[in-house]
Structures are given as C-alpha cells and as structure tokens.
Nanobody, 123 residues
Framework: QVQLVESGGGLVQAGGSLRLSCAAS????????IGWFRQVPGKERAFVAA????????YYADSVKGRFTISRDNAKNMVYLQMNSLKPEDTAVYYC????????????????WGQGTQVTVSS
C-alpha cells in the first residue's frame, strides 16, 4: 500500500554533496521505520541509515557516520539523506525502504521499496 519514490541522485566529484529525497504515499506509516540502503553490482544490498517516521531515533552505518544525515518532514511525507564529503566508494544505487513493524537494519525485513536512484562519485 505504501509507495516510495527516490530522487536527487546524480554525478558529483569526490568531496562534494548530494541530497536524496524519498517521497512516501499511501498513508499509514506513522510508526514506520524508513531506511536508506545502497547496492553496487555484485554486492549485497547494504544498510546506510534509518529513521522512525515519528520520533528522533536515527541509525547510521559506520561507513557514513559524520558524513551523512537522515531527516524527515512528516508534514510533506518526505525523508531526506544529506550526503556530504562524498567518496568514490559511495557510488551505488540508493534505495529508500519502509518497515511497517518492529526495528531492523536488514534489507530482507523491509516491506516496501522504491525504484532506486543512481549516485556516482568521481575521483
């Protein structure tokens, strides 16, 4: 029932910044976790960051702590991922996902997924 659409990806030089957006529709996600994941060819999908839709609790992968910030605007049904100090190893397809019950950082546990947006960081 929940639909997610990512946007904001693109090509950026190392050290630069991008802000990804995830637009949620369908309603009923007041208690959801919204997560950001990324995947490169030949690799498993990896957790990046997550935030509970209503509340201030956030989670970050060690590889992005201090560089990425997840936030939400529940009035606009939007979740954002601000990415600063980007590195070539951040290159991936980035997905937003929603978990309707409980708390998890495992992608297999998430119920809804967007189509992804490509982020490419050049050296």
């Amino acid at each position: 029932q929940v639909q997610l659409v990512e946007s904001g990806g693109g090509l950026v030089q190392a050290g630069g910044s991008l802000r990804l957006s995830c637009a949620a529709s369908g309603g009923g996600f007041s208690n959801y976790l919204i997560g950001w994941f990324r995947q490169v060819p030949g690799k498993e999908r990896a957790f990046v960051a997550a935030i509970r839709w209503s509340g201030v609790t956030t989670y970050y992968a060690d590889s992005v702590k201090g560089r990425f910030t997840i936030s939400r605007d529940n009035a606009k049904n939007m979740v954002y991922l601000q990415m600063n100090s980007l590195k070539p190893e951040d290159t991936a397809v980035y997905y937003c996902a929603a978990l309707g019950r409980g708390s998890s950082l495992r992608p297999d546990d998430y119920d809804y997924w967007g189509q992804g947006t490509q982020v490419t960081v050049s050296s």
